[in-house]
């Protein structure tokens, strides 16, 4: 039965039989990448609280770093699902802590310059995005604005030598290691939302300072920090499309953002059941393996049904996202199902692992952890209720 689960991902129907094909064998080599590559060294880098820079540069040589960039750029040009299945397949191993980082570098960032930016802003960054050179990472949130992206109160004045930024961004993923930001500022404090720009910094110019990396309840290697922008100055050429049309930019891409938490959630939980699985048939209770018993195999049932539907869900979004119909209500939706979802089921894996679910040795206690955030970064599960409220009866 085990060899039967590790095949965990059913067919995307989105995409023709070849590519399926394709994407198995990508499925292996990033199952490969986290055996060879991650496996050995992830409590090592739990207990250091940080991943390794080098880790983007071994993704990069691997081939799995922003896959879906053209071919133009040093990308592979495939179908956005490879990139998603690399989340999925890192979720499934474990690897939820690492996994958010690797989002922001792989999902989020190349998107806004393969939309909006300039060619020579595409050729500055995105080929060493693909190889690993370059780390990025995105600032949107602040002490005062995290899921309400209309309240941030980072500046950026033009002036004759380019734009003059002071803030602060908190909760940024890979703030450690990224060598490029792209960053949320207001250019017009007058103009609400209107007023906002966003802009490819680079992180080595001066008056760009980083916090200390900050300690978490889970997602303990994860690169999270506060950033600092003192009268930093950034060519006009930093700018990222238009100035005041970065809000209009943002709500674009979250979708994909958005999306692709759900689809950690889904690879997270699915590989906590198999986990789980195991261990129930076999811990002895009461005489008999754990899976003998009737509230273990409801339980069982109930998480894997839960997962298959928020699969379905996941495969809708995918297709929706191909043909560039992926509503923000629709993201907003599969991230509150797949992460409530996530955090729930793997609760009750814990509890069916009993006092051993609880010690840091045992995976699922990892899974436990890291899971709590994802209802929460993204847009909470309170404002994704809102969005998808907002859709249906209007504000």
């Known amino acids: ?190 103009a609400g939302a209107r007023g906002t720009s966003l802009f490819l910094v680079d992180a080595s110019l001066p008056g760009y300072s980083r916090g200390s990396n900050l300690a978490k309840v889970g997602h303990k290697c994860a690169d999270t920090s506060e950033l600092f922008f003192e009268n930093l100055l950034v060519p006009h050429d930093a700018l990222l499309g238009e100035e005041g049309a970065g809000f209009g930019m943002m709500m674009e891409k979250l979708a994909r953002e958005r999306m692709i938490i759900g689809v950690l959630a889904v690879g997270a939980a699915r590989g906590a059941l198999d986990w789980t699985i195991d261990y129930v048939q076999e811990r002895q209770a009461f005489g008999a393996p754990l899976a003998k018993l009737q509230n273990t195999r409801f339980k069982l049932a109930e998480a894997h049904t839960r997962i298959m539907a928020n699969t379905s869900f996941m495969q809708q979004c995918f297709a929706a996202y191909r043909n560039g119909q992926l509503t923000p209500e629709v993201a907003a939706a599969f991230k509150l199902y797949a992460t409530e979802m996530q955090c729930e089921v793997i609760d009750e894996c814990l509890q069916l692992f009993g006092g051993y679910g609880y010690m840091s040795e045992y995976p699922i206690s990892r899974a436990w952890a890291d899971a709590r955030v994802q209802r929460i970064y993204g847009g909470t599960s309170e404002i994704m209720k809102e969005v998808v409220a907002r859709s249906l009866v209007g504000k």
């Open 1 to 190: 039965m085990q060899a039967e689960r590790l095949s965990h991902s059913p067919a995307d129907f989105s995409i023709d039989a070849e590519e399926q094909a394709q994407l198995a064998l990508f499925r292996d080599t990033v199952r490969r990448f986290c055996a060879e590559q991650m496996a050995p060294c992830y409590a090592q880098w739990e207990s250091d609280g940080l991943v390794p820079r080098e880790l983007f540069n071994k993704l990069g040589d691997a081939g799995l770093l922003c896959v879906d960039v053209p071919e133009a750029y040093g990308g592979y040009g495939v179908p956005a699902q490879f990139s998603f299945a690399i989340v999925e397949e890192l979720g499934y191993a474990g690897f939820t802590g690492f996994t958010g980082g690797l989002q922001v570098h792989n999902d989020i960032v190349p998107p806004y310059l393969v939309s909006f930016g300039t060619e020579a802003q595409k050729q500055r960054w995105l080929p060493g995005m693909v190889s690993g050179e370059i780390v990025t990472a995105i600032g949107m949130s602040e002490p005062n604005a995290g899921s309400d992206l209309a309240n941030i109160k980072t500046s950026a004045q033009r002036t004759e030598n380019g734009y003059l930024i002071n803030g602060s961004k908190i909760f940024i993923s890979n703030g450690q290691h990224a060598d490029m930001l792209l960053l949320a500022a207001k250019t017009d404090k007058g």
